[in-house]
């Protein structure tokens, strides 16, 4: 009897865990492009980081263009903030859809501190019109 109790509850666990263990997809809305957001990009930006630099030093945009920014770690642990945009990217959250409303130049840095160079670890988003 104690072994058939443990059997079953072993059986219990096992789907228990298993239904735990689904993973979320970064792409909602079942692979048709919209976001969470609600909006669906036109265009797409990757920003690669690695220790200390990102791979570009400004990165363009156009005004009124929805645009998924995705973040890259190639090396190192980093994060983008661009307040002019109220984007933040990191290890957890690593794209987002926006769409920016007026042009001009945003300083983006580093959000995740990475060390030494950390500070250096700027650039630009330039939206034009």
Do not use: R, W
Request: proline share 3%.
């Amino acid at each position: 009897m104690k072994k058939t109790l443990a059997v079953v509850f072993s059986c219990v666990l096992i789907l228990v865990l298993s239904a735990c263990g689904a993973s979320k997809s970064d792409d909602s809305a079942s692979g048709s492009g919209v976001t969470e957001t609600g909006v669906a990009p036109s265009e797409e930006l990757v920003i690669k980081a690695t220790n200390y630099a990102f791979d570009q030093k400004e990165y363009h945009l156009k005004k009124g263009v929805p645009v998924k920014i995705t973040l890259e770690n190639d090396e190192g642990n980093h994060g983008v903030l661009i307040p002019g945009l109220e984007l933040q990217l990191d290890g957890k959250n690593k794209s987002a859809v926006v769409t920016p409303e007026k042009a001009g130049t945003f300083e983006m840095a580093c959000s995740v501190f990475c060390g030494a160079g950390h500070s250096g670890m700027i650039a630009k988003v330039i939206v034009d019109e």
